[in-house]
């Protein structure tokens, strides 16, 4: 029987936003267990808490109750910081290039944070945009002078050379056009499918949801259905 | 942050300053023009202390003693204690200080002998100074013999100016006379310093060796005055002055309190300042316009550096976003927004400085002091401005973005 191996574990999660007139649970009571290999949907309308929920998957938060685990480990003790270098990765909608970096020193970036040298950073990128289906004639490139389609392969790059297990995707064809949508996500299904990535995309795009091993419905931020 | 990304944390900030000329261009100029200013500034503060300073060399402020109600400046019957007031360099100022002269009232009854053996005749007076009297003073001239200078009768040393017809009288290169307050006192041997022509046998000595051997008048001193060469210090000599003399004023009210010579304050000090005033006031005037601001310079670099990194931030919020999500720390966010902006502001009062050079053919080194304090403002403003940026919320804005 195959190991299936939990990458990350989110427990009874719950984040609220507060001000002074009101507060709202984004993230309620939220559990759900992340394996390796495997493409996640979390689909839901605008409000329904996806990205709050992701943000915490990034380690960009920590969750007011409840736990998100990595690898077993609760995020609310780990260095963030170096879980968002080493473990975790996210891609976004707006693709969020570095703008005055090139497109292969923008995903050499992640290696130069890790204290890699240049050289051994230039060739991991350029391998890393190659599995991409990036070739030497971008690497020079601004993002300026790339198109969509080009700058989301880019930043799936940069993610991909981070070394992280977990991949998580925002949106990741909302600027994009049907055709590079579905290359984009092709690229995804391949890193979770044939790489062992675990691979969370957050979408409104129903199209994704069908390729997705797992869809999990958020609404007023509880799982709805999975 | 290890050594290796730290020096590529600085890369990226010159590729980024590299990559993005106008921006650069932009904030090295802001830095430039605060630069030249605070120069400019600096400069013209020095410049006018300078000018200050040489007004204050070139006004000589006469200094003299009168008597209670400031009417008459001779005959004043003054203690000889006061002397010491300025013999033992009580002002701690002497060096500015010349021109002491102090007279004693004319003593009778002295006696002088050109020789221990030879028969005694009695002097006209004996007056004591501390000065070479010039001739509307006594009728007569005054001069130094070769080789002695004015200076000679400032010392308690005995020495003494006889009529130049007493001096023919005498052989020898070091000619000395004896004098004696009274057939009961011991001669004491004055060196003949200068002559005067004066008809009658009055004797003129070193003031302080008078009131030593040659006056039973401990109320010596018929007038007193002094000039003070640098004008800068006539306030420091005011005070001073306070504490032995009666302060001229209108209303003219005599205080009978003791000095600090433990004397009753009967003498008035006159300082008069001439047209001093008429001309210092309008530099100082100016220095105080520029000292007042100066420090809104500074305060204003400041907010310059603030301003102007949040201005140059602003649009780099995605960015440090990013950077923030990819798992940079907050401390090498700062450092990178903090480094770039460092380097900028380093150009801009480095071009600032060689400008500010070229164009005044400035000599002093002082403003460069300004300049630091400058940087050390400017960069401050920076660094809150940075601050904001190293602590952004990372998802909130990459949603803003979008």
Redesign the interface.
Known sequence: MEKVEKMLEVNNVVYEYRNKYQSVKAVNDFSFAFERGKLYAIVGKSGSGK??L??ML?G??VPKEGSVCYSGKDTKHMDL??????DV??I???F??????TAI?NVM??L????I?DKEARATAEKMMESVGLDANFYKRLPSMLSGGEQQRVAIA?ALA?KASVILA??PT?NLDTENGKNIIGILKDLAHNRNYCVIVVTHDLGIASDADAVLNMKDGRLVTE | M?R??EI?IMK?GI??IS??MPKSIALIAAALVLTISICIISQTIFIQRQSLESVYAQYAINVTIMDEFCIDETNLRMPSKYYDIISQNSFGIKDYITDIKVRSIESRGCSYAFDLNGEAQLAGSVIGLTYLPDESEFGYSFSMLSGYTESVLLDSEPVCIVPSTMLEKISGQNAVIYMRLGEYNDYISYKIVGTHEGELNDIYCSFKSYSENLSRDEYSIYSFGFALQNAKYNEDVASILKRYFIEPSIAGAVTRELNELRLPLKFTYVMPKGNLDDVIKPIESDIQKLMIVEPFIFILSVATGFVVSLLSTKNRK??F??M???????ATVFFEAFFEQLVLSIIGILLGIGVFFILYQSDTVLVLWKVLVFFACYMFGTAISVLNIAMLN??KI??A??
């Open positions: 990205t709050t992701l943000s990034a960009l938060d910081d170096k879980y968002r270098r080493d990765t996210v976004y909608q707006d969020n290039l570095f703008p005055l970096l020193e970036y992640p130069h944070l890790k204290g040298k940069r981070s925002d949106e909302g | 290890g290796r990304t590529y990226y590729t980024n990559r993005n995605a960015e976003a990013i923030r999500s990819l798992g940079t720390g907050k990372v998802m990459m949603k973005n979008e």
